[in-house]
């Protein structure tokens, strides 16, 4: 799946107190493979925040806000894209990702306050990742692990001003 599109859809975002979390789950999608994220609110902040990140670090990842969840869903789908919805309440993600794997386009869906009902039925795959309350962070960063088999950690960002080099201790980046 390293070549195909993956895109997130962050629904439910409260930007008088989501911005730290919401940021984080796009700063996520993008060091995991993830080519961009929708936000279903207005945060201008987070969007800047998002795009200096990226223009930095490198790669070609997108953030855009004030987006329509529903209208972002069906011209996903129209597109030729699959919906995955990220829950406690779905199909247990080592049980469904061969499946998703298979998908050339993905939109995943993370939530922040309550899911609409109606998520459920719009997903083409409703997933688990455990069966257990935790943060749409890590079900994001284990989904895009366990899609990419690792390989993400290989992963090269065109365009980076900066860079990690990676060392036993202490902390060295350079300048490119």
Same mark, same amino acid.
Not at 11 to 36: C, F, K, N, W, Y
Not at 110 to 127: C, H, I, R, S, T
């Given at each position: 799946?390293?070549?195909?599109?993956?895109?997130?859809?962050?629904?439910?975002?409260?930007?008088?107190?989501?911005?730290?979390?919401?940021?984080?789950?796009?700063?996520?999608?993008? %060091?995991?493979? %993830?080519?961009?994220?929708?936000? %279903?609110?207005?945060?201008?902040?987070?969007?800047?925040?998002?795009?200096?990140?990226?223009?930095?670090?490198?790669?070609?990842?997108?953030?855009?806000?004030?987006?329509?969840?529903?209208?972002?869903?069906?011209?996903?789908? =129209?597109?030729?894209?699959?919906?995955?919805?990220?829950?406690?309440?779905?199909?247990?993600?080592?049980?469904?990702?061969?499946?998703?794997?298979?998908?050339?386009?993905?939109?995943?869906?993370?939530? =922040?306050?309550?899911?609409?009902?109606?998520?459920?039925?719009?997903?083409?795959?409703?997933?688990?990742?455990?069966?257990?309350?935790?943060?749409?962070?890590?079900?994001?960063?284990?989904?895009?692990?366990?899609?990419?088999?690792?390989?993400?950690?290989?992963?090269?960002?065109?365009? =980076?001003?900066?860079?990690?080099?990676?060392?036993?201790?202490?902390?060295?980046?350079?300048?490119?």
């Amino acid at each position: 799946m390293t070549g195909n599109e993956v895109a997130i859809l962050r629904i439910g975002h409260r930007p008088e107190r989501d911005q730290r979390v919401t940021t984080h789950v796009a700063l996520t999608g993008r %060091a995991l493979g %993830a080519s961009g994220m929708f936000l %279903a609110t207005s945060d201008k902040g987070v969007v800047q925040s998002v795009l200096d990140v990226a223009d930095r670090w490198g790669g070609n990842f997108f953030c855009e806000d004030n987006v329509r969840w529903r209208t972002c869903i069906r011209d996903w789908k =129209a597109g030729g894209g699959k919906v995955v919805h990220l829950t406690m309440y779905g199909i247990n993600l080592p049980d469904i990702i061969g499946e998703i794997r298979s998908s050339e386009k993905l939109l995943v869906v993370v939530g =922040a306050e309550k899911v609409p009902g109606e998520m459920y039925g719009l997903a083409d795959y409703n997933v688990a990742v455990t069966g257990q309350p935790h943060s749409e962070i890590s079900s994001l960063a284990l989904f895009l692990d366990h899609l990419y088999e690792g390989s993400e950690f290989s992963r090269e960002f065109p365009g =980076a001003k900066i860079r990690i080099v990676p060392s036993q201790a202490g902390k060295h980046t350079e300048e490119l």
